[in-house]
């Protein structure tokens, strides 16, 4: 499979923004805390099973009072503080996205790493067709993003470690960030301004 890189003019308002690094921290943390599942729990005293009798008398035994034994204090008893099931997402706002988004275009411009391709069209869904082509483009870690969905495509380089495809709407700044070039289509680069555009 051949692949043709084109020179096409890149609008500047988006491939020549200024590079705001707060904003792209912000991005990239708020991405990674949106994936966290929170699912961690402990039980307390309360859920531990057992414990619902009070082991021996209020006075008299010499002892130190005790109501439950699954106490934190006693083994095999309740956590205390422990982690409890949560949500770790929220949402920047979406004009703070927007310029991480550029900034991050602006980023991989500047150091000459986005690549624009006429097309790419697979004769078959198949990883060793995506690895030639990419051979071709000499790049190893590569986020490709297309304008439409295409199977062939997303599947032959599902298999790539550090290949991701995205289609322009989901294109973000962890995974420009995360792959060292970024191949667009023409008909993506197109789609990317018109998305992007003031």
Known sequence: MEV??????????IFGAKTRTHLLHQAVVMQLANRRAGSAASKTKGLVRG????PWRQKGTGRARSGSIRS???VGGGTVFGPSPRDYSYRMPRSARR???LSALSLKHAEGRIIVVDKLELEAAK?????????ELKVNSALIVIAQPDVKI???????????VLRVDGLNVYDLLRHEHVVLTEGALKSLEERLAV
């Open 51 to 54: 414990g619902g009798k009070k």
């Open 72 to 74: 934190p204090i006693w």
């Open 127 to 135: 990883t060793k067709i995506m690895a030639q082509a990419l051979a």
């Open 99 to 101: 310029e991480a988004l």
């Open 4 to 13: 043709h890189v084109i020179e096409p003019p890149l609008n500047q308002a």
């Open 154 to 164: 997303e599947r032959a380089a599902r298999n790539l470690p550090d290949v991701k």
